[in-house]
Nanobody, 122 residues
Framework: VQLQASGGGLVQAGGSLRLSCAAS????????MGWFRQAPGNEREFVVA????????NYADSVKGRLTISRDRAKNTVYLQMNSLKPEDTAVYYC????????????????WGQGTQVTVSS
């Protein structure tokens, strides 16, 4: 499975962005998907995950109510709608694929995309 993340950019606090993660590979739709982020000097942290069928989601407390994950199985794409962005959301965002039903830990993911930079100015 190969993952290609896109959609990052520079936005003012309170603004919105939508990240996309396009998956390729014959079995891409069989994987649960997640988004992680990593700010300079910090460890990679879990943001949100969605099950293979989209029926289950899991959000980090810091993003609940502001970020929404979804997936379009016909397009093999996962989206992260980011609203009410804060400067502390600034990071490189990575999408990842897991063989687990749903996963929140870095070591539970089998494939990673290359990351897309999100910068939120105050």
């Amino acid at each position: 499975v190969q993952l290609q993340a896109s959609g990052g950019g520079l936005v003012q606090a309170g603004g919105s962005l939508r990240l996309s993660c396009a998956a390729s590979g014959r079995t891409a739709n069989d994987y649960s998907m997640g988004w992680f982020r990593q700010a300079p000097g910090n460890e990679r942290e879990f943001v949100v995950a969605i099950s293979w069928d989209g029926g289950r989601t899991n959000y980090a407390d810091s993003v609940k109510g502001r970020l929404t994950i979804s997936r379009d199985r016909a397009k093999n794409t996962v989206y992260l709608q980011m609203n009410s962005l804060k400067p502390e959301d600034t990071a490189v965002y990575y999408c990842a694929a897991s063989r687990r039903l749903i996963a929140t830990a870095v070591n539970e993911y089998n494939y990673w995309g290359q990351g897309t930079q999100v910068t939120v100015s105050s």
